[in-house]
């Protein structure tokens, strides 16, 4: 069944009685294991690092203060699919909030809302840019019209949907800064499928009178674990633990052994050596591009080479100790100007008060995007912690020097799978290759190498399990639909 699908795996020893080997304890790992130990099924977890929530962990640090929590730039949860819904609330239960969310983006000194109001951009850059770009706007629609431009790039995309000068004032710096290339070296495919159903027309007319059918926003609320975002998978691996399965942490997959198409184990790096694990079922979230360089046989020729074209990119977060009741009262704020180096920062205790010792205490987390060995990557630990007080004291006037009682930053690799304009033909040949391997599924943000949130990333890990308990699920068809993941058509109700 390899058209384009993934295998379900169960062709040896399906379902409740075969023995599972998870990769990787991020979200969509531990979902996949999660499925399968409430089921009553056999899973055993392999994971690198001494911890597991992968990128969705929550950091803690003790201080003389006390207790701070940090999420690697935070994580809310937000989802149109209620089956994932159900099952984040039966995960957190009792831990549970609910966020308002208000975001903004600084730009030249000033402050826009975020995602993106038209009404309030327009207002904050004045008469003139506001009449160019609704003039820039008429005049691209009017040619789409005519003749539908096609959509290679990013600043392609960006463009059709709104015009240049907003592009240029409020996507093109901040997309330049996450994703180090320039708009026109990367696929349209990341706009298309993050913003499609915006419309400048709609958001102008929504803006003047609430329409039926508006589009209505899901995310100006969310749900978060009063602990930070790595209780959601914390909680997972506490529950498959009490089903009798196990999670190996410190245990590094070195290989993936086959026989013919078929998986029949892992070698991993534990602390004492080297060992050899078996299982009938393998499912993968480590890297993509890990995955296939490690198999055993080797994989072709052209799809290692295939892997070494597609680059993910890195993230640095600089997290500070505050003693200040509040900095802002934003969930984020996305920051544009090109002189100030991190793209966005969030304040962990509007989310949720327990992720500071008090409330005379409060902290950010500052997000650099990065690559390994690029000139922010490659500055100090301290320097990164001094510039960021620098700016956010000379600059966006949050904080006096005094008031930061401590600082530290956080490294992690393979944040972001990079779409550059060339990434679909070698994706497709590796997948071609994976999929040809009967027993082994990919999952995941990295896993698949897809921009996945936690809820798509962890719906290929449940719809994975699922494959192996006698259901038949397309997990490439997770995340396939272009429609915008934040908003959706409300019906009826809106008076
Ligand atoms: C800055 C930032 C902000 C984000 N904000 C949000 C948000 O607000 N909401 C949201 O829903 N999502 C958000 N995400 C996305 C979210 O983090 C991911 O979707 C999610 O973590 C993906 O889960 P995963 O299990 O696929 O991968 P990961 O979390 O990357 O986990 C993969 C695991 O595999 C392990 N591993 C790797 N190699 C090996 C190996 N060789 N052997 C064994 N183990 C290995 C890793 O150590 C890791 O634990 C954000 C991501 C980033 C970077």
Redesign the pocket.
């Known amino acids: 069944m390899h058209n384009g699908h993934q295998s379900n795996g169960s062709r040896a020893g399906s379902g409740h009685d075969s023995k599972t080997i998870v990769?990787?304890?991020?979200?969509?790992?531990l979902c996949s294991a999660y499925v399968l130990s409430k089921a009553g099924a056999h899973a055993t977890v392999?994971?690198?690092?001494p911890f597991v929530?992968?990128?969705?962990r929550t950091i803690r640090r003790q201080s003389d203060h006390g207790e701070f929590k940090f999420d690697?730039?935070?994580?809310?949860?937000f989802t149109k699919n209620e089956d994932l819904n159900d099952l984040f609330r039966e995960v957190v239960a009792d831990e549970l909030l609910w966020v308002n969310r208000v975001s903004r983006i600084y730009f030249d000194g000033k402050y826009v809302d975020y995602p993106l109001k038209i009404a309030s951009a327009l207002k904050a850059v004045g008469p003139v840019t506001a009449a160019r770009a609704v003039l820039d706007y008429g005049r691209i629609r009017a040619k789409q019209r005519v003749k539908p431009a096609e959509v290679k790039s990013m600043e392609d995309a960006y463009i059709n949907q709104y015009g240049e000068t907003l592009y240029k004032l409020f996507f093109q710096a901040y997309s330049e800064k996450v994703w180090g290339l320039k708009c026109d070296q990367l696929s349209g495919d990341w706009v298309s499928q993050r913003t499609k159903g915006m419309s400048l027309v709609t958001a102008i007319k929504d803006a003047i009178i609430p329409s039926k059918g508006k589009v209505v926003s899901l995310i100006d609320q969310f749900m978060y674990p009063r602990e930070g975002f790595g209780r959601f998978s914390e909680r997972m691996a506490d529950s498959i633990e009490e089903a009798g399965n196990e999670i190996r942490l410190r245990?590094?997959?070195e290989k993936i052994v086959l026989d013919g198409n078929r998986v029949t184990g892992i070698r991993v790096r534990t602390e004492n050596g080297s060992e050899f694990i078996e299982g009938d079922n393998f499912i993968s979230?480590?890297?993509f591009t890990?995955l296939v360089k490690i198999m055993e046989p080797a994989a072709p020729q052209d799809v290692m080479d295939a892997a070494d074209s597609l680059t993910f990119r890195d993230?640095i977060t600089v997290n500070l100790m505050i003693k200040k009741r509040q900095v802002t009262h934003d969930t984020w704020l996305y920051v544009h100007d090109r002189n100030i180096l991190f793209g966005r920062f969030h304040e962990p205790k509007n989310w949720s008060p327990a992720m500071v010792p008090g409330d005379d205490y409060t902290s950010l987390v500052i997000?650099y995007f990065c690559t390994k060995g690029d000139h922010i990557w490659n500055m100090s630990d301290e320097q990164l912690v001094n510039q960021s007080v620098k700016h956010l004291v000379e600059d966006l006037d949050f904080v006096t020097p005094d008031e930061v009682i401590g600082g530290f930053t956080l490294r992690?690799t393979k944040?972001?799978p990079v779409y550059d304009l060339h990434y679909q033909e070698p994706l497709l040949k590796m997948k071609n290759y994976i999929q040809s391997i009967e027993n082994l599924q990919y999952?995941?943000?990295?896993?698949s190498f897809r921009y996945?949130?936690?809820?798509h990333?962890i719906e290929t890990g449940m719809l994975a399990a699922k494959n192996l308990l006698g259901e038949q699920h397309n997990l490439e068809a997770v995340n396939a639909d272009e429609e915008y993941h934040e908003i959706k058509r409300e019906q009826a109700s809106v008076v």
């Open positions: 990769m990787g304890a991020g979200p969509a790992g392999v994971e690198a690092a929530g992968g990128l969705a690697i730039g935070g994580h809310r949860w245990n590094a997959v979230s480590i890297p890990v993230i997000e992690a944040a972001y999952i995941g943000r990295g896993g996945n949130n936690t809820d990333s």
